[in-house]
């Protein structure tokens, strides 16, 4: 990839190039550079956003990468890059409410239909792929952590024509390579563990060059380019990805044990516990969902909390709960049980998450 990695002074961070434009001497410097895919400006190309995209197209073992400026920036680009008024898309549910709106709502009406299959059903989202122009995953998917057969999946969608893509956020590039799978193309938010730090929105598409290049009209003219300060802080967040992930998961794990254990807690949705989950994961990450006796109990429990705040995203630091009451059209379209709460597990010392969860759920 074209993207500016090496130091120019010698400096142990990356550069960042806060830029909205690259200017030239003559008029046939600037002709050069758009003729050789220089950046001219930072909508269509930055060397900090470059950077970004090269290291999670090495990530994923991708030919190329493009960043959004949101996770659903990235999905939406996505969707219009390879769909048209009369297309169908199958997509696994659960899967992230802003895409289900975007589906069941904008892309209705520009003609284009969605059908919605459970996510743990390989049956099912086989039987729905002939005809359909791309096949949406998120897996693990949103608050059960059920996981998706990639492989016979990506080869029925291949015999049908179809494009694969699925949102990895989960796995952060490090969990799980879709793209070993035969998945044609890897959507991360990158708002959660490639940031880090809860100070960044974005996301980022990796696949195949000849993929990726279709995204560059829906880039352009949608506008949802990532900028360079985002950028390098994600560069920034990369950089300890893997040891975030570590901790992340060892909490994870152990307030999983501690949960299935409890006496009050009626279920624990973990994606590590799935049949798949020794295929398709080498491990687990932050997010686990637990069931309670019912919505009041959740909101007791949640409210309790004194570590744990109250937060939609995930992926930073802090440890977060959210009971799912406070999505209500989300857990009506997916008839959740009142009583769930979706656990992210930060890196805060592992005895002090236990001790937070052990005294929300003591009797009152």
């Not at 952590?145 to 990506?154: G, H, I, N, Q, W």
């Not at 598409?205 to 829906?218: D, S, T």
């Not at 686990?288 to 007791?300: K, Q, V």
């Not at 909390?305 to 209500?328: C, I, Y």
């Amino acid at each position: 990839m074209d993207a500016f990695e090496e130091p120019i002074f010698g400096e142990a961070a990356p550069a960042i190039f806060q830029t909205s434009l690259f200017a030239f001497d003559t008029a046939e410097a600037f002709e050069q550079a758009v003729r050789e895919g220089a950046p001219y400006y930072t909508r269509g190309k930055n060397p900090t956003v470059r950077a970004f995209e090269a290291a999670v197209a090495r990530l994923e073992g991708a030919e190329d990468a493009r960043a959004f400026s949101s996770g659903m920036g990235a999905i939406a680009a996505v969707l219009f890059a390879f769909l048209l008024p009369g297309d169908r898309v199958v997509a696994t549910a659960p899967i992230y409410a802003g895409t289900k709106s975007l589906l069941s709502g904008l892309l209705q009406e520009f003609g284009v239909a969605t059908t919605f299959v459970p996510a743990g059903d390989t049956a099912a989202i086989l039987e729905a792929i002939p005809g359909a122009r791309l096949v949406l995953l998120e897996s693990p998917a949103s608050y059960t952590f059920e996981l998706v057969d990639l492989e016979p999946v990506a080869e029925a969608a291949r015999a049908a024509g179809a494009v694969t893509a699925i949102d990895a956020t989960y796995t952060a590039g490090v969990l799980a390579h879709p793209l070993a799978h035969g998945i044609d193309l890897v959507i991360h938010s990158a708002s959660k563990y490639f940031s880090g730090h809860s100070d960044v929105v974005a996301g980022v598409v990796a696949g195949p060059k000849a993929l990726i290049e279709r995204l560059k009209e829906p880039y352009m003219l949608l506008g949802a380019k990532l900028a360079p300060f985002e950028a390098w802080l994600l560069v920034r967040g990369l950089r300890t990805l893997e040891l975030r992930l570590a901790r992340h998961r060892a909490n994870a794990e152990a307030a999983a044990r501690f949960l299935k254990a409890h006496p009050r807690v009626r279920r624990v949705f973990d994606a590590t516990d799935h049949p798949l989950a020794e295929k398709y994961l080498t491990g687990g990450a932050s997010m686990l969902s637990l069931e309670l006796e019912s919505e009041a109990a959740a909101r007791r429990f949640v409210n309790r909390l004194r570590l744990f705040k109250v937060g939609v995203s995930w992926g930073g630091f802090e440890s977060l709960a959210l009971p799912l009451a406070l999505q209500p059209r989300i857990a009506r379209a997916y008839r959740f049980p009142p009583g769930m709460v979706r656990l992210h597990l930060g890196l805060e010392p592992t005895e002090a998450i236990l001790a937070d969860l052990e005294q929300a759920l003591a009797e009152s």
